[in-house]
């Protein structure tokens, strides 16, 4: 039953209920897939004894109410997981195996899935090729020398290997919607205050959100269903209802007006990717869309801005790595000196340098120059979002500037680096949802997506959106398994 | 009566001097749960036995806001006659410290929940008021303990997230006993309110002072000096002295002040330097991410202010207004909740005067000498009030209520039935006094007659027999009147 690990999530569990096979068949066809895909360093953490035992559990007792009954599922390993190492892609926490389960993943496993494993991830989420992690590169399985994206790079890579039927990730600057687009896959970032941040390891976060990540956009509304709700121990949860995505989800968007923000159309775009945008203009127009030209005049802004805000939360949030409590603890003469080896050694350089850029753009003086205007700018930015989207459904770009790059291409120049992320990043800066759709293919047949932005708690309309283009893109996982 | 004025002045050697002084009081407030977890908050519990994974900032843990400390916190400005602010925000307050878990204090820098205030202090010299500048909500951090091990030191994280009230004075102090006085009232306020405990020794009420001097007549303030961790009132009353006679040394001979952060040493009697101004931390303050900006509702500030007890001072002029009493009783009586609580206890079925001259005078002595405070004291309320509805009614004289007042404080007895027991009632039937008068007049007939030949200073001398005979019962009034009557 090897190909069982090439189903969709949807037809995994559809096959389970209908027993044309087990959990445990399920869970061991993704194991085995796993086991042999050692190459591209998905995993940091195998949990492939307790699936197994979760999938006999099941299969015993054959409870098919949750929304993801039998389903093994492996996540970014920014998520504590009970009595599972978590890591967070860091030395400092290379040893910390917390004693709760954060809400999210809980959730997963209240719906009947269970875990399969930890994915590999940039350090404490930092990075756009997962390059940044101290247990080393993720490969895309594009291309042997190609990153995956990041910073949920293991999590896109396993899942486009079909390591794991669906996984989530966590995106606090395009860190989900960059990998999918770089791997073929889907990604949502949903709204600010959707998913539960309790549990995550934080990086910046006034913009972190968990979402799914999956093979198709079915898939995504069903995991994106199944994560998501109100969390009391987050503050910055919104109580609103989780509405029933997946039986919501329709590519009928007759009528439907999608904008076309100008100042997307950024200089040195590559053609190929002004070819797919306007391919997904076309594929949308076919399913009766009606697109408008629209400006979102502060976007040049949003990524400056971005580079403080997220450096500026995360230095302090990293703070608590110190080496009294938990995780690393380097030795040393007195506190002081203890902290100072301890950090020095259990943080990794791009780490390092957004904890710098952080405490500079915060220390007196600096604060309002920095800190303050970049607050102000996030405002004009999502000021323009909720301008733009008086006239318009959703809000229709390119995911990334480019497709995968390879590895080791941008390791020495962070700017460049950066520059992935400027069409995803000023959505988390106005806290919006929005959806990363494979819709075609580079010169070097490597995987291209486009990004659709939709209004707060308004994911139902992106989701339908990309169905919509899905539909028309005829994409299909069209890479040779070399690995294997 | 002479008029008392303010005369606290260091008398340097060249100059006179004026001291300033302003509080940053931490009050920790009586919740049962900390400000951002759920976690107990009881004293003295055995280390790091009050701490959950936000205590002790585990990856991932996020702070929710206990609303009941923020209704604390409103309260007590509101006992502080302060504005309150409809939006504050909480910030991280970021420094590296074994006992801050977090790596930063959650509290609040440029909008406090609680505004300008005012307390009103009464000194012997008049009323002083002193501002306030604001309240604000913060975390407390844990403690670090280095005397327990030889090589490493040790780190109780039960007092992690506590909350506390900084409440921030202006610079409005000009002496010890004007600090003094100022804590206590603070303290007062919040246990009339029943926001914090004020007990100091626990360190549920600590304060840093701020102290500076000026040249009497100066208008500008001079640099001023922080001094930490001074925890009961007499060390602070003693740093603040010592601080300004070190500073008064300084600028006589010509020196400057440095603004620094000091130490007092409460074995050597002065204030070290901890650290200067640039050595000062950097707190790179910013508001918290994982918290929302605190919006109140004016209709819970209102039901929160209709909830609040009698004050200290609206007590104080209750009592002046409606008992009589003077502004020097009612301060005393106002001065703790459980002083005002037990006098009430008492007044509800005896005379106020009466009742407040026992309190102050008989009470106040009994527990002064056996080292008790009212809410330990030997004779409860509705004993005494017993106690003083006999005097004013006659029944037994003041001279041996004093007596019953002692036999009283052995168990709590019940001053009716020692009175009865003892047959200690007053004799107060006119037939029956005048049947002793008329027995010592006629025991005294050479007395008698010196009396109304003009020794007039002989009718002390019949009241005194009469009483003996009386086995001291007889109401003296009467004994006055018929004697009197009697040697007509």
């Given at each position: 039953m090897s190909n069982i690990s090439e189903l969709s999530l949807t037809k995994i569990i559809n096959g389970i209920k209908k027993k044309e096979f087990t959990s445990e068949e399920v869970t061991k066809s993704f194991i085995d897939q796993s086991k042999k895909s050692k190459k591209l360093n998905t995993y940091i953490t195998e949990c492939f004894e307790e699936a197994i035992k979760s999938a006999k559990n099941f299969d015993k007792n054959k409870n098919y109410k949750g929304l993801l009954s039998g389903v093994p599922i492996a996540v970014k390993d920014l998520f504590c997981t009970k009595n599972v190492r978590t890591t967070a892609g860091s030395k400092i926490l290379h040893n910390f195996i917390p004693t709760y389960e954060s809400t999210v993943t809980n959730n997963l496993w209240s719906q009947g899935a269970f875990l399969l494993g930890k994915l590999n991830c940039d350090e404490f989420a930092m990075g756009s090729s997962n390059e940044t992690s101290f247990f080393g590169n993720v490969i895309n399985p594009y291309g042997e020398k190609l990153v995956p994206g990041g910073s949920s790079g293991g999590s896109a890579s396993a899942l486009a290997a079909g390591l794991t039927p669906a996984t989530i990730g966590t995106d606090t600057g395009g860190s989900i919607r960059q990998p999918a687009s770089f791997t073929g896959t889907v990604g949502l970032k949903p709204t600010y205050g959707r998913c539960s941040r309790w549990g995550i390891v934080a990086f910046a976060s006034s913009l972190d959100q968990a979402g799914p990540m999956t093979r198709n956009v079915e898939d995504c509304a069903l995991l994106f269903q199944a994560m998501s709700g109100y969390d009391s121990k987050d503050s910055t949860s919104v109580d609103t209802k989780v509405d029933n995505y997946s039986s919501k989800l329709t590519d009928k968007v007759k009528g439907l007006k999608i904008g076309i923000p100008k100042e997307y159309k950024v200089d040195g775009m590559p053609k190929e990717i002004d070819d797919l945008w306007k391919k997904g203009i076309e594929y949308l127009k076919d399913a009766g869309a009606i697109v408008k030209n629209i400006s979102l005049p502060h976007t040049m802004y949003a990524l400056p801005a971005y580079y403080i805000v997220a450096p500026a939360e995360a230095s302090s949030n990293l703070a608590r790595y110190d080496g009294v409590k938990y995780g690393h603890r380097a030795k040393g003469k007195n506190l002081i000196e203890m902290y100072e080896n301890t950090r020095s050694e259990g943080f990794g350089d791009e780490v390092k340098r957004r904890i710098l850029i952080g405490t500079y753009v915060l220390s007196s003086g600096y604060y309002d120059a920095y800190y303050l205007k970049a607050q102000k700018v996030r405002q004009l930015i999502k000021n323009d979002f909720d301008k733009a989207f008086h006239d318009v459904d959703a809000i229709l770009t390119p995911s990334t500037p480019s497709s995968a790059f390879k590895i080791g291409d941008k390791t020495n120049d962070p700017v460049s680096m950066y520059l992935n992320d400027i069409f995803t990043v000023p959505v988390n800066l106005s806290g919006?949802?929005?959806?990363?759709?494979?819709?075609?293919?580079?010169?070097?047949?490597?995987?291209?997506?486009?990004?659709?932005?939709?209004?707060?708690f308004d994911e139902q309309t992106i989701l339908n959106l990309s169905l919509a283009i899905e539909k028309r893109a005829d994409f299909n996982k069209n890479f040779k398994v070399w690995w294997i | 009566m002479t008029e008392i004025k303010f005369d606290y002045f260091i008398n340097?050697?060249?100059?006179?001097?004026?001291?300033?002084?302003?509080?940053?009081?931490?009050?920790?407030?009586?919740?049962?749960?900390?400000?951002?977890?759920?976690?107990?908050?009881?004293?003295?519990?055995?280390?790091?036995?009050?701490?959950?994974?936000?205590?002790?900032?585990?990856?991932?843990?996020?702070?929710?806001?206990?609303q009941f400390c923020v209704e604390q916190s409103i309260k007590t400005g509101l006992g502080l006659n302060a504005k309150i602010n409809l939006n504050s925000v909480f910030d991280r307050k970021n420094y590296f410290y074994a006992d801050l878990p977090q790596g930063y204090q959650i509290s609040q820098y440029k909008n406090p929940i609680v505004g300008e205030g005012e307390v009103?202090?009464?000194?012997?010299?008049?009323?002083?008021?002193?501002?306030?500048?604001?309240?604000?909500?913060?975390?407390?951090?844990?403690?670090?303990?280095?005397?327990?091990?030889?090589d490493n030191s040790l780190v109780d994280l039960n007092r992690s997230g506590i909350a506390l009230m900084e409440i921030v004075s202006k610079p409005d102090l000009r002496s010890p006993?004007?600090?003094?006085?100022?804590?206590?009232?603070?303290?007062?306020?919040?246990?009339?309110?029943?926001?914090?405990?004020g007990n100091m020794q626990e360190g549920s009420l600590r304060a840093d002072v701020n102290v500076s001097v000026r040249k009497v007549g100066d208008k500008k303030f001079g640099t001023r000096c922080e001094i930490?961790?001074?925890?009961?009132?007499?060390?602070?009353?003693?740093?603040?002295?010592?601080?300004?006679?070190?500073?008064?040394?300084?600028?006589?001979?010509?020196?400057?002040?440095?603004?620094?952060?000091?130490?007092?040493?409460?074995?050597?009697?002065?204030?070290?330097?901890?650290?200067?101004?640039?050595?000062?931390?950097?707190?790179?303050?910013?508001?918290?991410?994982?918290?929302?900006?605190?919006?109140?509702?004016?209709?819970l500030i209102d039901k929160l202010k209709k909830e609040l007890p009698e004050l200290p001072d609206q007590k104080k002029e209750r009592f002046i207004k409606e008992h009589n009493l003077s502004s020097y009783e009612a301060n005393i009586l106002v001065s703790e909740k459980e002083i005002s609580e037990y006098y009430e206890e008492v007044v509800k079925k005896c005379d106020k005067k009466l009742a407040t001259n026992w309190i102050i005078v008989e009470l106040f002595a009994v527990l002064n000498k056996k080292n008790l405070s009212i809410s330990q004291s030997p004779v409860s309320a509705k004993n005494l009030s017993a106690l003083i509805k006999m005097i004013s009614s006659g029944k037994i004289s003041g001279k041996i209520a004093k007596g019953v007042f002692e036999k009283m404080q052995i168990d709590d007895k019940d001053p009716i039935q020692i009175v009865e027991k003892e047959g200690l009632t007053q004799q107060s039937d006119p037939k029956e006094l005048e049947k002793i008068v008329v027995k010592v007049l006629s025991k005294n007939k050479d007395k008698v007659t010196q009396y109304k030949s003009g020794k007039e200073k002989l009718f002390g001398y019949f009241v005194g027999e009469v009483m003996k005979l009386s086995k001291g019962k007889a109401n003296p009034q009467l004994i006055n009147q018929i004697l009197k009557n009697k040697l007509k």
């Open positions: 919006l949802p929005a959806i990363s759709v494979p819709a075609g293919y580079d010169k070097n047949n490597l995987p291209l997506g486009l990004q659709l932005i939709g209004k707060a | 340097g050697e060249k100059e006179k001097w004026e001291v300033i002084i302003g509080l940053e009081v931490h009050a920790q407030v009586l919740s049962k749960s900390k400000l951002f977890s759920s976690s107990p908050t009881k004293f003295g519990a055995e280390p790091n036995t009050q701490v959950s994974l936000v205590d002790s900032a585990f990856p991932g843990m996020l702070p929710v806001i206990n009103v202090l009464d000194m012997p010299y008049g009323t002083k008021k002193v501002g306030i500048e604001r309240l604000h909500l913060e975390q407390d951090a844990g403690k670090s303990i280095h005397d327990m091990d030889p006993e004007e600090v003094n006085s100022y804590i206590k009232k603070l303290r007062s306020i919040m246990r009339y309110i029943g926001t914090c405990d930490k961790n001074v925890n009961s009132i007499k060390f602070m009353q003693m740093a603040i002295e010592h601080e300004a006679r070190r500073q008064v040394e300084l600028l006589e001979s010509g020196k400057k002040i440095d603004q620094e952060t000091r130490l007092f040493d409460t074995k050597k009697n002065v204030t070290r330097s901890m650290r200067s101004k640039e050595d000062a931390h950097d707190y790179r303050y910013f508001p918290d991410p994982d918290l929302l900006p605190l919006h109140l509702d004016i209709n």
